[in-house]
């Protein structure tokens, strides 16, 4: 079965952390730091920004692929996807603040919420199924003339 919201999140996700890395490595040459952050603040905070972001993101596309292995493709689990991404870009531009910020802030609660929603909706499906069979009507059983 492929699942085609998690697999596009996943590759979303996987950009969105090499852009993570190359964004310290800049500052690591600038900075001449090899190891560690040298006491630069900024380097610390895109690190921290990279920490948070693959904290998060295992989680998400773990509670993603589930969700959609169990009750097919939906408008909602793309959403939460789109969503988490555009969370996941907003926070590390807030981290290079030193002050606390609305770039941030909305990272982390837009991560929080999409989270949280995606645990209670993996947490409901296995109590509204009928004897264990998915009783929702995914886009790939209608494709296929059931």
Excluded: C
Excluded at 57 to 62: A, F, K, N, Q, Y
């Amino acid at each position: 079965m492929i699942l085609p919201i998690t697999l596009t999140i996943a590759g979303a996700a996987a950009i969105l952390n090499l852009w993570l890395a190359i964004r310290i490595v800049a500052v690591r040459v600038k900075g001449k730091v090899l190891i560690g952050d040298g006491g630069n603040a900024l380097l610390s905070a895109r690190m921290r920004a990279q920490l948070n972001f693959i904290e998060y993101t295992p989680l998400v596309l773990i509670l993603m692929g589930l969700i959609e292995f169990a009750r097919g493709t939906n408008h909602w689990l793309w959403g939460a996807g789109i969503i988490y991404i555009i969370g996941r870009v907003l926070h590390p531009f807030g981290l290079d603040r030193q002050t606390a910020n609305p770039l941030r802030a909305a990272g982390i609660l837009t991560t929080w919420a999409v989270l949280l929603g995606l645990a209670i909706y993996a947490l409901t499906i296995p109590y509204t199924t009928r004897d264990g069979v998915i009783t929702t009507v995914t886009s790939d059983s209608l494709g296929a003339g059931h």
